[in-house]
């Protein structure tokens, strides 16, 4: 890595806790300045800050919950004006947001997880589908350009929008991730805030590429029925800035691992 490289990582790690060490170890090998994590299980002072330390991460915006969700970014670098939005005042940890000093430059980095919505991809009978648009609603409202610094969007945001986010886009059309009110939906959250898939600026869109596989498959590499629902936003003059994504499907393969893998996005700062 170069001397102006700034490396940038998000992963759903599905309880961070028990995972800690499949993080230490993508720590070690990959050494991001940040790193942004979702769905931690954990309360903010349960947090694993030790081993995190240790390893050269000292600066940290945690925002969790007993059990569920929650949402963490570490940093190498400062950090500093965290705040949280509480998205449809529900309670829940989902998002946080907060600038890095790296280098002498600002980067605004909003953490997301959104939500699942359940099955049944209908807000009238299911309540979790009607939190998930609603959510994806308020998400509408927030623009790159917000703060004045280039911005990054970074998490799980439940949706593949693309028809090569999919194994199947004709099976899963009517799959909660991949439904057609979900898809336009984060494309205006997109459009609206002016935000860039970085992801997709730089691996073609008519190229394959999943970020999840389900536990259920007895053998997840094999039969390869992914999704890629975890996304890499920024602000369009980022765009000039990145020189890499690495999405880590080995991590998928690791022992005890999460259904989620993580994506390293890199920029010339």
């Known amino acids: 890595m170069s001397s102006n ?3 940038l990582a998000t992963w759903n790690i599905n309880s961070v806790r028990l995972r800690i060490g499949l993080v230490e170890d993508f720590l070690k090998s990959h050494a991001p300045d940040v790193l942004c ?3 931690i299980k954990c309360q903010n002072d349960q947090f694993p800050e030790k081993a995190f330390r240790k390893l050269g991460y ?3 915006a945690v925002h969790g919950q007993k059990g569920y969700h929650g949402v963490a970014t570490v940093s190498k670098s400062p950090l500093r004006e965290i705040a949280s939005t509480d998205y449809v005042s529900m309670g829940d940890t989902r998002h946080v947001e907060c600038q890095v000093d790296f280098r002498g430059k600002s980067l605004c980095v909003h953490n997301f997880y959104v939500p699942a919505g359940g ?3 209908n807000p009238a009978v299911n309540p979790k589908f009607d939190h998930k648009m ?3 609603d308020e998400m509408k409202n927030l623009r790159h350009d917000a703060y004045g610094v280039p911005s990054i969007l970074v998490g799980d945001l439940n949706i593949a929008p693309l028809e090569t986010d999919v194994w199947s886009h004709k099976q899963l059309l009517k799959v909660v991730s ?8 984060l494309n205006t959250v997109q459009a609206d805030g002016g935000w860039v898939d970085l992801v997709r600026h730089h691996v073609p869109a008519e190229e394959k590429l999943f970020t999840w596989w389900s536990y259920r498959a007895r053998d997840w590499d094999a039969a390869d029925k992914g999704r890629r629902l975890d996304h890499v936003w920024g602000s369009p003059e980022l765009t000039q800035h990145l020189t890499g994504i690495e999405v880590l499907r080995a991590a998928r393969g690791w022992e005890k691992p ?3 893998v993580p994506i390293i996005a890199e920029f010339a700062i």
């Open 134 to 136: 609603k959510f994806l």
């Open 178 to 185: 991949h439904t057609p009110i979900e898809t336009e939906t």
């Open 37 to 39: 994590l979702q769905e």
């Open 119 to 121: 099955d049944e991809p």
């Open 258 to 260: 999460s259904d989620h």
């Open 58 to 60: 000292e600066h940290f």
């Open 5 to 7: 490289s700034f490396k």
